[in-house]
T-cell receptor
Framework: KQEVTQIPAALSVPEGENLVLNCSFT??????LQWFRQDPGKGLTSLLL?????REQTSGRLNASLDKSSGRSTLYIAASQPGDSATYLC??????????????FGTGTRLLVSP | KAGVTQTPRYLIKTRGQQVTLSCSPI?????VSWYQQTPGQGLQFLFE???????NKGNFPGRFSGRQFSNSRSEMNVSTLELGDSALYLC????????????FGSGTQLSVL
């Protein structure tokens, strides 16, 4: 059974700092890994998607890496801003009980960036 | 292009009642999946539909059911509501047939009193 864990559970940093969020998964047989952002009481916004054959993806100040063999992914946020404050979730596509895919989510990291 | 639309946004019910939530996917998306989010359990997969067929189902009791219509709109139903069903219910749609990249709606916040 695929399990996804995120460390740390919460993080508080001053504006301008670079930071790293960690995600680990137990079964390396994944199709892809996605990083999402969730604002309080809202849905999820996809930030980056890394295919299983890729090692990293970049979008603006965000960079996500994937190491399937070790079951780890990191999300790097450069020059953090107060607007980055949100909960960040990683999710992997795993094979479901009928052979099709389902998204397995991590526990999330709650980020607070102070001005 | 409109995003994934979920209605209603908020819902308050009492124990024992039933509820139906609606999800309209992005135009052209045929895969729709549902997730339950609670503070204690996080985000958990409920079920996924593609072209009106349920392709995958999570580990939830039979009180949770869903369906998809020919226009790809989906509904999920929860019967005999329990206090523990209070959660944010999220719907996601995908363009690709395998449902590998998901776009989420804002969710329906269900409170069971």
């Amino acid at each position: 059974k695929q399990e996804v864990t995120q460390i740390p559970a919460a993080l508080s940093v001053p504006e301008g700092e670079n930071l790293v969020l960690n995600c680990s998964f137990t079964d390396s047989a994944i199709y892809n890994l996605q990083w999402f952002r969730q604002d309080p009481g809202k849905g999820l916004t996809s930030l980056l998607l890394i295919q299983s054959s890729q090692r990293e993806q970049t979008s603006g100040r965000l960079n996500a890496s994937l190491d399937k063999s070790s079951g780890r992914s990191t999300l790097y946020i450069a020059a953090s801003q107060p607007g980055d404050s949100a909960t960040y979730l990683c999710a992997v596509i795993a094979r479901g009980n009928t052979g099709f895919q389902k998204l397995v989510f991590g526990t999330g990291t709650r980020l607070l960036v102070s001005p | 292009k409109a995003g994934v639309t979920q209605t209603p946004r908020y819902l308050i019910k009492t124990r024992g009642q039933q509820v139906t939530l609606s999800c309209s996917p992005i135009s052209g998306h045929r895969s729709v999946s549902w997730y339950q989010q609670t503070p204690g359990q996080g985000l958990q997969f409920l079920f996924e539909y593609f072209s009106e067929t349920q392709r995958n189902k999570g580990n939830f009791p039979g009180r949770f059911s869903g369906r998809q219509f020919s226009n790809s709109r989906s509904e999920m139903n929860v019967s005999t509501l329990e206090l523990g069903d209070s959660a944010l219910y999220l719907c996601a749609s995908s363009l690709d047939p395998l449902g590998l990249k998901l776009f989420f709606g804002s969710g329906t916040q269900l409170s069971v009193l």
